[in-house]
DNA sequence: TCAACATATGAATATTTGTTCATATGAGAA
DNA sequence: TTCTCATATGAACAAATATTCATATGTTGA
């Protein structure tokens, strides 16, 4: 046996059914303006017009990207009269958003070590 | 003032640029060739021959998004020889891609009930 | 050096995709 | 109902991108 880290060696391969799902879920994170729309909603729920007017886009932009968004079960919609408030739909959001800035500065920092 | 459920009002909302980095890392994830690649690593390194069979894909294609991986160091290589060995770059990696695959089972099994 | 092999790279093409513009849907107010 | 406001949707265009083909680079062995 040996003490490497990582004991678990599952050929645990997902089928390419699978993989190609989850390659579409990021797909959907791999956007400057989705992800700037899903950080913004880390702080909570906020209407169409307010996030097209924090992101300085169009009102249409926005709803594109938040039908992609919504259809991926990333963030969900509320409606209340006339406006909608949109929320992040679920926690593996935030923490899929984190593990990758997370990984952004890991790499920063050993930018100038290697 | 409201009594919403989000208290924690931290503005921590990363700028522009580093929202824009964050996307371009997950759009690194977002393709199903680069994350067949991912998944064919996870475990433990392999040729670029190796891999481009067991994608069934052409060694340029492999070749092609293995240095897509490898700037956005996912991947690094080992060169023997001849043949280059590729491996995965960084635990996050890892971490990233199972917390995908967390988010489209639970969304899978939460479909029948909602 | 030359031949054979493994990988990398460049150009070209086809497909995907994000934004804009115009318009449609749907809710509240009069 | 009719007007207005907030959001959604469809078509069109521009930009990004993955794969293929051809070729270049670099390593090993003769």
Redesign the interface.
């Known amino acids: 046996m040996q003490e490497h880290p990582n004991e678990n ?3 645990d ?2 089928d ?1 059914d ?15 303006t ?3 729309i899903i ?2 909603l ?3 729920e906020m209407c169409v017009f307010h996030l097209s007017e924090a992101l300085g886009m169009g009102q249409s932009a926005i709803s594109h990207q938040l039908r992609i968004l919504r259809s991926a ?1 990333l963030v969900k919609p509320r409606r209340s009269g006339k406006t909608v408030f949109y929320s992040l739909d ?1 926690e ?2 935030k ?3 984190d ?6 500065r ?2 920063n920092n050993e930018g100038g070590a290697l």
Chains 1, 2 share one sequence.
């Open positions: 060696k599952s050929p391969i997902p390419t699978t993989l190609y799902n989850l390659s579409e879920l990021f797909k959907v994170f791999g956007d400057a989705r992800i700037r950080s913004a880390l702080d909570g079960g679920d593996h959001v923490l899929i958003y593990m990758g800035l997370a990984h952004i890991h790499k």
